[in-house]
């Protein structure tokens, strides 16, 4: 990003024809939205929940892969996990002893994000922030945010920390600008956990911004209360993005 060029590209990296601003629209944003856009997306009667995610070590992963069987324990959607690109070379990555990927979950391609009904993002902290490669996901997203191709779609975050201080609520919170420029709907879980919120009695990841998990020095695994928050996360967006999707239906 330029200087404090907000949402658009350097202009020393692109040159951007632009055409002459409408002062009742001055960041040039499509307003033609198609209504189509703020309903399901889905032509099977199938509603889909794209989880997607970055897991350096494996810790978002397993959220994603519990939260998943959450969202496909409500009838009529499906969740289907995603990775985002990775954007640190091979080299970087075996100095740091990652391990390696499998090709079970693709990697994500930005214009799929138009067919889902809803979005869960899980990424690692990176001082209180998202890790880089799902920030350079979102920055290659502009052309969606151009034509504000996601408006409406809700989505939600869980995250992982290394410690308790290490960022379970910032590292939500500052990610909700992220939906906020694409128009999308931001769903916390709130205290809809129930009592587990409120447990003192053992270290536990999450907050009401979403589910999370404390990876210490990235040998720990996620306790089953944070795999139990991660599933209710997954069930509790199922049924808001079934809601939105039928507004109308007495049984939501």
């Known amino acids: 990003m330029g200087k404090g060029g907000g949402c658009f590209p350097s202009k020393k990296k692109f ?12 960041e040039g944003v499509s307003s033609n939205l198609d209504q189509n856009q703020l309903t399901s997306t889905s032509t ?11 897991s350096m070590y494996g810790h ?6 519990r939260m998943k069987k959450g969202v496909d ?19 970087v990555l075996e100095q740091m002893k990652v391990p390696q990927k499998g090709i079970e979950v693709p990697v994500i391609a930005v214009d799929d ?34 034509q504000q191709r996601l408006a409406g779609v809700p989505a939600g975050f869980f995250v992982s920390t290394g410690t308790q201080g290490g960022g379970q ?7 909700i600008t992220q939906l906020a420029h694409h128009g999308m ?22 907050s009401p911004y979403g589910a999370g998990v404390f990876s210490g020095d990235g040998t720990r695994k996620p306790t089953e209360t944070e795999l139990a928050l991660a599933e209710h996360q ?16 007495s049984r939501n």
């Open 113 to 146: 994000l138009v067919h889902a009904d809803g979005l869960l993002f899980g990424f690692p902290t990176r001082f209180g922030s998202m890790a880089s490669q799902m920030k350079a996901f979102f920055d290659s997203t502009f052309h969606l945010w151009e």
């Open 60 to 65: 978002a992963e397993i959220l994603a892969r």
């Open 15 to 26: 040159a951007i024809d632009m055409p002459e601003q409408d002062p009742s629209n001055p």
């Open 234 to 249: 997954g069930k509790y967006m199922a049924a808001i993005v079934k809601k939105f999707s039928h507004p109308n239906d």
């Open 169 to 175: 609520e910032t590292t939500a919170w500052t990610a």
């Open 185 to 206: 709907v931001y769903v916390p879980i709130g205290y809809t956990f129930g009592t587990e919120m409120f447990g003192m009695d053992s270290l536990r990841g999450g």
């Open 44 to 54: 099977t009667g199938q509603l889909k929940i794209f989880i997607i995610f970055y």
């Open 73 to 91: 324990s409500i009838d009529g959607v499906e969740g289907v996990l995603y990775r985002v690109p990775e954007t640190l070379p091979a080299e």
